[in-house]
Structures are given as C-alpha cells and as structure tokens.
C-alpha cells in the first residue's frame, strides 16, 4: 500500500488537514472529524506538491479567486460512494442540487438517503463540494464541517443569499 501525506492549513472555515497519496489529494478533513477517518499511516509533509498546490488553490479560492479546482482525486471509498463524490463534482460553483437531484443523476432516483450518507462520508471536502447539496426544502441539512461552514461556503459562492440553518 501506497504512503499517504498529510498537512495542516489554516481557513476561514478552521483548520484543515490536507491528506494525498501518489495518485492525488485524498481528502480534505475538518478539524472536528474523527481523527480515524484520515489514512493511519500517513506522514506530515508540508511540501508535498500535491498538497502544496492544494493549499494554493483552496487559499484562491476563499479569496474568491478560484471558481473550479485542477486537482487530481484519489478517492477512497466504496463504488457507490465514489459515483456519488464524481456526481458532487459535476455541481457548478454557485449552484446546489437536492440529494434526490444527484440520486437520479447517478441513476439511484431511490437512493436518496444513501447519496446523504455518501455525501456525508465525502473525503475530499469542499473541492467535491458537498456543500452544494441541499435538503428537498431547500434547507440546509447535514454537512461534516458543520451547517456553520456549508453556510458560510454558500454565502462565500453566493448561490444563496440568506441560506436556511433549519
């Protein structure tokens, strides 16, 4: 098995910890994860070119710089978890979709609650923008970072001006 990096970066929305392997970033994790939710085995490494540029393009983008991300994924997960993750990708920045929205995209239109609980599980935070997912009412529900930060993020991509805690 291949070595994972990882290293740490100050946001708007707190701490991050940036983790890549060889193949790409591999997640993008929040200072309240579960601290076993990020690869055991990886080193501290704050020149990584992966996460360098990973760090460079996430600062561009809190400077509204940046509306897309170039970076290569290595997502790690299930078959069902990856395909929703690839389908976030797909959200335009300032846009959200409904989880019933990318259930039907990835061809699950009765797989609402699992695409929620892949959404939830998304190991690349913000760059696979789960932020961008909504409940059917419009309401914001359920994001690892916090409803603070999807609510912060939205604000931040202007896709809706007064976003709904509730």
């Keep these: 098995m291949e070595g994972y990096y990882h290293k740490k970066i100050k946001s708007p929305v707190g701490e991050l910890t940036l983790i890549a392997s060889e193949k790409g970033l591999a997640g993008v994790h929040w200072q309240r994860d579960d601290p ?3 690869p055991l085995n990886s080193t501290e490494c704050n020149d990584h070119p992966i996460l360098v540029e990973t760090e460079k393009q996430l600062t561009e983008y809190f400077e509204k710089k940046r509306t897309t991300f170039t970076l290569e994924l290595d997502f790690i997960g299930t078959p069902f978890q990856k395909k929703t993750w690839e389908a976030l990708l797909t959200i335009p920045f300032g846009e959200t979709r409904t989880y019933g929205e990318i259930a039907k995209q990835i061809d699950s239109p009765n797989a609402v ?9 998304n190991p690349i935070s913000i760059i696979a923008p789960c932020h961008r997912v909504i409940g059917h009412s419009g309401k914001l529900v359920g994001f690892g970072g916090g409803l603070e930060n999807k609510s912060f993020l939205l604000r931040l991509e202007n896709s809706r001006k007064n976003p709904t805690l509730w």
């Design 36 to 38: 076993q939710s990020a």
């Design 113 to 121: 609650r699992a695409v929620g609980m892949a959404a939830n599980k």
